[in-house]
């Protein structure tokens, strides 16, 4: 496993521009930067929340108001974020041909609403809320409001349509993955720590496939010891920008890492 060799920028961009169909998967770490937090972690929400009993699909059937306490507080902080560099790095690069598709951990929506056009949402998305017991859908900003717990009309509590622990992920969602992890060239891993299945096993599937492996995340993780071939340390949005530098040199519109948002 190199780590990355004496450039490892250079070489991961090497790998990308060799390849052109990279497939990246995030965590929650290309969002920290637009204000959500992480999951694990000292400040992560799982600091604060217990996922065993607010993040479990057996909680919210027990006690899915006590559930909405952690589910109101993503919505918030989701609903006031905004894309930030790493989002808008990750969209440049679908723009020029070097990355085809985005599996996403995240909920978000901050890949779409960076322009990123082929996204794979692994874990759902908090635009839609769901009736568990009578399977009625409805727009999360049509039926939600701060402070409240929403309702189905069928009288029963909603749910986020989101994934939570103990749910299965969407059938679609994950045929999807599975095949970009296939059939791409590169895998960039970027901001999570991999610890959560089935997730984490979309690295090891490309691997098994024949694909370089690059992560870029400023901490060691599950993968940085065996199946990541090249190691970026460092944050998403200063890394991607470095290696869209390198990707398009001399172009005038290859962008300086932009402020933040
Ligand atoms: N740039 C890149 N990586 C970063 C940055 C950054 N600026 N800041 C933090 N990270 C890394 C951390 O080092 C960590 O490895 O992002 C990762 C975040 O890990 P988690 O908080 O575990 O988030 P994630 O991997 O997305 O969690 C996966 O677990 O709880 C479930 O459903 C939830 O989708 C989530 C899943």
Redesign the pocket.
């Known amino acids: 496993m190199r780590a990355g060799g004496s450039d490892p920028i250079r070489e991961a961009a090497g790998l990308l521009a060799e390849h052109r169909n990279a497939v990246v998967l ?5 969002s ?2 637009s204000g959500i ?5 000292a400040q ?3 600091a604060k929340y217990d ?1 065993m009993e607010y ?1 479990t699909l057996h909680a919210f059937m027990q006690s899915p108001r006590k559930v909405w306490e952690m589910l109101s507080e993503m919505l918030s902080v989701c609903g006031d974020a905004a894309p930030n560099a ?1 989002h808008k790095g990750l969209a440049a690069l679908e723009e020029i041909g070097v990355v085809r598709a985005v599996i996403t ?3 978000d929506g901050l890949h779409q609403a960076a322009g990123f056009r082929r996204v794979i949402e ?2 759902g998305n908090m635009e839609e809320l769901i009736c568990v017991f009578c399977w009625k859908r409805y727009r999360t900003r049509e039926r939600w409001t701060q402070g409240t717990v929403p309702l189905c009309d069928c009288g029963e509590i909603l749910k986020p349509n ?4 103990g749910e299965p992920i969407p059938w679609l969602a994950q045929e999807q993955a599975e095949e970009e992890a296939r059939t791409c060239g590169v895998l960039l891993v ?7 299945s089935p ?2 096993d979309i690295p090891r599937i490309a691997k098994e496939s024949g694909a370089a492996v690059v992560e ?4 060691e ?1 599950s993968l940085s010891g065996n199946v990541t071939d090249v190691h970026l340390r ?6 991607l920008w470095q290696l869209l530098k390198e990707l398009s040199p001399g172009d005038e519109a290859s962008p300086r890492t932009p402020s933040g948002h």
């Open positions: 995030t965590g929650a770490g290309i920290v930067a937090p992480s999951f694990r972690g992560g929400m799982w996922p993040a790493a951990q995240n909920v692994y874990h989101v994934v939570l622990f970027v901001g999570t720590s991999a610890q959560v997730a984490c870029i995340n400023p901490e993780t460092g944050s998403a949005s200063e890394v």
